[in-house]
């Protein structure tokens, strides 16, 4: 299993600006996944990060909105830059069990609020 | 197209009663692994039970079970004996063995409402 500490756990931020998300696992992990929860919708993957590598990302978004850092096997962060109220969402991180037959994990969630 | 398919967007249930949320998936891979989640409207992730296509009993956790259906393609959760605490957002997902740790794909969700 893994905890992840996710953190800030919600923020109100001015359009324009730019928040960045941290996620501390207490395990090491290869990889971590960044998703996207839009109001009343799915999960939507943002993008997958690998230590010592650059992020993969999915259709949809790109790194200049979504930078990502992945400087170790235990953290990661992602930044909503240069925010609209259309990027109002909860931002999740997670790492996967490692095999087919484990659960994910989750992060706490962030809920982003731009005004 | 759609790997994961939830059609319920909104469930109402009785306290007490059981309940049936629906998931269909669709994958050409025949190894692959089926998990449920609950959402509260705290936002955070609960992973409530997981069945592996070679499985050959339906999943069961505590008051979660699995209605497996492996040639319709289909997992659906059942929560017996409903309680207030069970009203929340469920996400049917779905992992697929293409190669180990791969982030797991989500349906639309059912939200849930029990009431009293």
């Known amino acids: 299993s893994a905890v992840i500490s996710q953190k800030p756990s919600r923020d109100i931020c001015q359009r324009g600006t730019s928040l960045t998300i941290q996620c501390q696992v207490d395990?090491?992990?290869?990889?971590m996944f960044w998703y996207r929860q839009q109001p009343g919708q799915s999960l939507t993957l943002i993008a997958t990060?690998?230590?010592?590598?650059?992020?993969?990302?999915e259709s949809g978004f790109v790194i200049d909105k979504f930078p990502i850092s992945r400087p170790n096997l235990t953290f990661s962060t992602l930044t909503v830059s240069n925010m609209s109220p259309e990027d109002s969402s909860i931002y999740l991180c997670?790492?996967?069990?490692?095999?087919?037959?484990?659960?994910?994990?989750f992060g706490q969630g962030t809920r982003l609020t731009v005004v | 197209a759609q790997k994961i398919t939830q059609t319920q967007p909104g469930m109402f249930v009785q306290e007490k009663e059981a309940v049936t949320l629906d998931c269909t998936y669709d994958?050409?891979?025949?190894?692959?692994?089926l998990f449920w989640y609950k959402q509260p409207s705290s936002g955070e992730m609960i992973f409530l039970i997981y069945?592996?296509?070679?499985?050959?009993q339906n999943a069961t956790e505590g008051r979660y079970s699995l209605n497996f259906q492996k040639a319709r393609k289909s997992a659906n959760l059942v929560i017996s004996a409903s309680q207030l605490g069970d009203s929340a957002m469920y996400f049917c997902?779905?992992?697929?063995?293409?190669?180990?740790?791969?982030?797991?794909?989500f349906g639309k969700g059912t939200r849930l409402s029990v009431i009293a």
């Open positions: 997670s790492v996967g069990g490692g095999a087919l037959n484990t659960e994910a994990f």
């Open positions: 395990s090491q992990v290869t990889m």
């Open positions: 990060a690998n230590q010592g590598s650059e992020a993969t990302y």
């Open positions: 994958t050409s891979d025949p190894s692959y692994g």
């Open positions: 069945q592996g296509s070679y499985d050959q």
């Open positions: 997902a779905m992992r697929e063995a293409t190669a180990g740790n791969t982030p797991l794909v």
